[in-house]
Nanobody, 123 residues
């Protein structure tokens, strides 16, 4: 199996910064896309940012210019640098990775999710 563990969430004032990390471990042959989602109370989960294995990135419009996604393939880790945080960024942030497992001879990719980390932006 594959496990994703997020860290870096917390309480920050508006305008502040946080850096989220997500480490994947376990039966990994290759990690394709890595993504960050978030879910605010009473709202649907939304895709915040994604990065391909080749390093191409995409962002939801509301975080463009403020958030930066990056990955370290050697460490099976994806990061989300969040700057100029706003109260509307408050949510539980989830890591999602599309993983090909060593144990699968067919090399079929499977999506895995982390447990989530709370980000609260408030004065």
């Amino acid at each position: 199996q594959v496990q994703l563990v997020e860290s870096g969430g917390g309480l920050v004032q508006p305008g502040g910064s946080l850096r989220l990390s997500c480490v994947a471990s376990g039966n990994i042959f290759r990690i394709n896309a890595m993504r960050w989602y978030r879910q605010a109370p009473g709202k649907q989960r939304e895709l915040v940012a994604g990065i391909t294995s080749g390093g191409s990135t995409n962002y939801v419009e509301s975080v463009n210019g403020r958030f930066t996604i990056s990955r370290d393939n050697a460490k099976n880790t994806v990061y989300l640098q969040m700057n100029s945080l706003k109260p509307e960024d408050t949510a539980v942030y989830y890591c999602n990775c599309n993983v090909v497992r060593q144990a699968d001879p067919l090399r079929l990719p499977v999506d895995y999710w982390g447990q989530g980390t709370q980000v609260t932006v408030s004065s």
